[in-house]
């Protein structure tokens, strides 16, 4: 039993050493593995330095040429908004000088139309002042005839 226990021992012993080593060759395998993939990766980013130069001269062409557009986009729109506030202006100025012209000739039709009443109802007083005097003459020759009429009639 003893030999045996010092052969089982042995075997473990033997066992644990094994799975040291081979835990020790996985650590140093995946260091080197590690190690290698950082060299490859850092080969890769100084051979793609010009690669990406480029790529950030692409865009930096691409976001000038979008801001010079835009740049341009609004000058053109600011000069649209002048012609068309130029143009609002002269037709607010046109609208404001005929509705002026239209006041003058309303003022001078009512100035006329007063000017006319004026006359048609001095015509109108005058022709009542002759009514009246032509009825107060014809009233009192009605008179001075009933007053003969009466006299004659006392008279005889």
Known sequence: IQLSKKLDEKENKKIYMREKVNKILR?????RRLYVKEM???????????ARTLDSKA???F???QRKSQMEEKREKVEQDKIEEISYLGKMQERVFFLEEQEKIREKNRVENEKLLREN???QVKANAEKRIQLEQRIAEEDRKEL????CLIFE
């Open 27 to 31: 650590e140093r395998e995946e260091e």
């Open 40 to 50: 490859l990766d850092k080969q890769w980013r100084l051979s793609c330095d010009m």
């Open 59 to 61: 865009l930096e062409d």
């Open 63 to 65: 976001v000038i040429s």
């Open 121 to 123: 109802l001095s015509l």
């Open 148 to 151: 003969e009429e009466l006299k």
